[in-house]
C-alpha cells in the first residue's frame, strides 16, 4: 500500500482527559487541528464526524502507543476496519 491511498493522515496525542488532533487533509492539502473529550461518545461522534468527510476512504492514523486504548475505541466504532501499518494505522476499508 503506498501513501496515495490514504485521504488524510491524523495524528493523535492521546491523554486521560482529552485528545489533541492534527489532520492532514490530501485532497486539499491542508491541516486541521482539534482536541476532543475522551468520553466514548465523544470518540464516536469524531469517528463519524471523519466518515461523512472522507466516506470509506482509507485515512492513516499515527499513535504513541501500541496499546492505546483509544485504538481499541476505534476499532469497535468504525467496524473494526483497522489494521497496524508499522507504527502506523490505518482507518477504513482496505
Same mark, same amino acid.
Request: glycine share 8%; charged share 25%.
Given at each position: 500500500?503506498?501513501?496515495?491511498?490514504?485521504?488524510?493522515?491524523?495524528?493523535?496525542?492521546?491523554?486521560?482527559?482529552?485528545?489533541?488532533?492534527?489532520?492532514?487533509?490530501?485532497?486539499?492539502?491542508?491541516?486541521?487541528?482539534?482536541?476532543?473529550?475522551?468520553?466514548?461518545?465523544?470518540?464516536? !461522534?469524531?469517528?463519524?464526524?471523519?466518515?461523512?468527510? #472522507?466516506?470509506? %476512504?482509507? @485515512?492513516?492514523?499515527?499513535? +504513541?502507543?501500541?496499546? !492505546?486504548?483509544?485504538?481499541?475505541?476505534?476499532?469497535? #466504532?468504525?467496524? %473494526?476496519? @483497522?489494521?497496524?501499518?508499522? +507504527?502506523?494505522?490505518?482507518?477504513?476499508?482496505?
Amino acid at each position: 500500500m503506498t501513501t496515495a491511498n490514504y485521504i488524510a493522515y491524523v495524528g493523535i496525542d492521546w491523554a486521560d482527559r482529552k485528545h489533541d488532533i492534527a489532520l492532514d487533509d490530501c485532497a486539499s492539502d491542508t491541516w486541521h487541528e482539534s482536541i476532543i473529550p475522551t468520553r466514548p461518545q465523544d470518540i464516536l !461522534d469524531w469517528v463519524n464526524q471523519l466518515r461523512v468527510r #472522507y466516506g470509506e %476512504g482509507q @485515512i492513516a492514523i499515527g499513535m +504513541e502507543q501500541k496499546r !492505546d486504548p483509544l485504538l481499541y475505541a476505534l476499532c469497535q #466504532y468504525d467496524h %473494526g476496519r @483497522i489494521q497496524r501499518l508499522g +507504527e502506523y494505522y490505518c482507518l477504513g476499508s482496505g
